[in-house]
Each structure stands twice: as C-alpha cells, then as structure tokens.
C-alpha cells in the first residue's frame, strides 16, 4: 500500500492485542487515537517509550486521545514484556499493544521500510481525529526514541487549530501566543474571535495570546 498521506483515512482493521481481538475503528470510537509502532519486544528504546506513555495516561485522557502501540511480536510475548515495562518504568500499562505478528497491520500502515530493515517496523506515529482521519505523522529510525513531549504538543496544537481561526508558530507550546490566519481579515469577526487583540507585526503575521486560555 502507498504511504498514508494528511487527509486520509486511517485503515480500519482487526487484529490481536496484549488486550484481546481489536476492531480498529469500533475501538477508537469518537476518541482522538495515537498509534505508535515499535520494532519489536523486550528493546530497550521502546521499554522506555511505551513506560512513558503509560506515565502520560493521564495526559492523554485530558485530551479524549487513545494511545494504542503495535509490534510485530504476537500477543503472548507482549505480555510478558508489559510485566518488565511495568517493573523496570514503574508504572502500569493500560492501553493496548497491537500484536501484529502478520504484519497485517504495519503492511496498511506502511510501517516496514526495507532500506531500513525487511522485518522491524520504524517507528512511526499516526495522529487520527474522532473522523478517523489522519491528521499528523511522525517517523523516526529505530535508534532514535520519541519525544513525547512533542506528541502531546501536536495534539494541542491540532485541537486548538480545528477550534479556532488561529496557527501555532515554531517552538509552541500550550498557553503560548499564537498567530491569526491570514484568511481572516474581516475586523469585526476579528474583535469577535481575539477580544483580547492581536499584534499586526506584519498585515500577515498577526500574534494573539492563545484564545482558549
């Protein structure tokens, strides 16, 4: 399958977790979902990214997100490796981890990059809205660990941007100023929008204090 592109919907599909079958779409419901993939089992980087985001459990579902993992590794492994993340993180993990041992999963979601291993999925990461939509991406090698910091910082900068006629410029983060999109330009729902006022440092960057705050 090609790359999934902004824009698409993310496949739907059934598979095994460490949870039991999933229903991909049925499971997600009108929740915002983050799948994250991982290379395999019992490594090191992913022991601490899947550790942190059971530590992030509260973070997401202050935000209505679904965090939901998948390795290649079947559902019997995964939980034996749950018991080490839970004991050397110290935390507990409650989401689902995908057990894609078919690799019908990362095939849809294009998660094996051959130049970078035949068999290992990268590690990528699919924001999906309540649409199932698939809003933002990210990929990084399997060397190199996520920042988790910056997911959440794109899920608040997706959430605020579909509530309001605003962008989130370089290094945002929540509670920032943000910019006003220069396709709005019409004063009056401008007062109505930013009743806070906005900074014109030029006609097309227009800095605002974040409207939801």
Known sequence: MATLRLGDTAPDFQQDSSIGPISFHAWAGDSWVVLFSHPADFTPVCTTELGRTAALSGEFAKRGVKPIAISVDPATKHTEWIADINDTQKTKVDFPILADADR??????????????????????????????????????????????????????????????????????????????????????????????????????????????
């Open 104 to 213: 019908k999963v990362s095939a849809l979601y294009d998660l094996i990059h051959p130049n970078a291993s035949t068999t290992a999925t990268v590690r990528s990461v699919f924001f999906i809205d309540p649409k199932k939509t698939v809003r933002a991406t990210l990929t990084y090698p399997a060397s190199t660990g996520r920042n988790f910091d910056e997911l959440l910082r794109v899920i608040d900068s997706l959430q605020l941007t579909d509530s309001h006629k605003v962008a989130t410029p370089a290094d945002w983060k929540d509670g920032d100023d943000v910019v006003i999109l220069p396709s709005l330009q019409d004063p009056v729902e401008l007062a109505q929008r930013f009743p806070k006022g906005y900074k014109a440092v030029r006609p097309y960057l227009r800095v605002t204090p974040q409207p939801n705050k």
